[in-house]
T-cell receptor
Framework: AQKVTQAQTEISVVEKEDVTLDCVYE???????LFWYKQPPSGELVFLIR??????QNEISGRYSWNFQKSTSSFNFTITASQVVDSAVYFC????????????FGAGTRLFVKA | GAGVSQSPRYKVAKRGQDVALRCDPI?????LFWYQQALGQGPEFLTY????????KSGLPSDRFFAERPEGSVSTLKIQRTQQEDSAVYLC?????????????????FGAGTRLSVL
């Protein structure tokens, strides 16, 4: 079975603080893809990043960075110097080869960034 | 259009009514997905189309749910005899290639969803 767990339901920070959103996944596949999506109040999910299971290199994109560790089945997302515009729900997701066409989403973490 | 378009944005139905939700994917996108998102939860897979072929409908919760994509572009999700538990946001996503190749676990582009409330 495949599963994505985002243990943090809500996080509240003050602007300019750094914040890390946790994601733990379960799959028996050796080939899989992990994603992070952002869902602002407007509703549509916005793609942030995709990693495949063979690439554990961490990635940085501006204020965003991702830490992929297969040893702990985690794919955590850090926002540095958070801004009010970062307030949204963030979803971690998994697609594995034996999962066919399904993408499994976590329950999401709602981030509040206060000015 | 530039993105995935869904209509209507909001739908209120009386229990027992039939509803039809429309999705216009990004032009030329091969793959189309429907998801159901309950309040405070992540999206849950309903069904997948590659062009006009429905390759996976394992997530449809009951036989009251039916989806089609007859010409491989616009898709409609139909719910018959709606129940209160059908209340949710229904999201549509499209992706440029099919999911039958190793490289094809693609980024999905989402619409803003249709919020269905069944009274």
């Amino acid at each position: 079975a495949q599963k994505v767990t985002q243990a943090q339901t809500e996080i509240s920070v003050v602007e300019k603080e750094d914040v890390t959103l946790d994601c733990v996944y379960e799959t028996r596949d050796t080939t899989y893809y992990l994603f992070w999506y952002k869902q602002p109040p407007s509703g549509e999910l916005v793609f942030l990043i995709r990693r495949n299971s063979f690439d554990e290199q961490n990635e940085i994109s501006g204020r965003y960075s991702w830490n992929f560790q297969k040893s702990t089945s985690s794919f955590n997302f850090t926002i540095t110097a958070s801004q009010v515009v970062d307030s949204a729900v963030y979803f971690c997701a998994l697609t594995a080869n034996t999962g066919g066409f399904k993408t499994i989403f976590g329950a999401g973490t709602r981030l509040f960034v206060k000015a | 259009g530039a993105g995935v378009s869904q209509s209507p944005r909001y739908k209120v139905a009386k229990r027992g009514q039939d509803v039809a939700l429309r999705c216009d994917p990004i032009s030329g996108h091969v793959s189309l997905f429907w998801y159901q998102q309950a309040l405070g939860q992540g999206p849950e897979f309903l069904t997948y189309f590659q062009n006009e072929a429905q390759l996976d409908k394992s997530g449809l919760p009951s036989d009251r749910f039916f989806a089609e994509r007859p010409e491989g572009s616009v898709s409609t999700l139909k719910i018959q005899r709606t129940q209160q538990e059908d209340s949710a946001v229904y999201l549509c996503a499209s992706s440029p290639t099919g999911l039958t190749s190793v490289e094809a676990k693609n980024i999905q582009y989402f619409g803003a969803g249709t919020r269905l409330s069944v009274l």
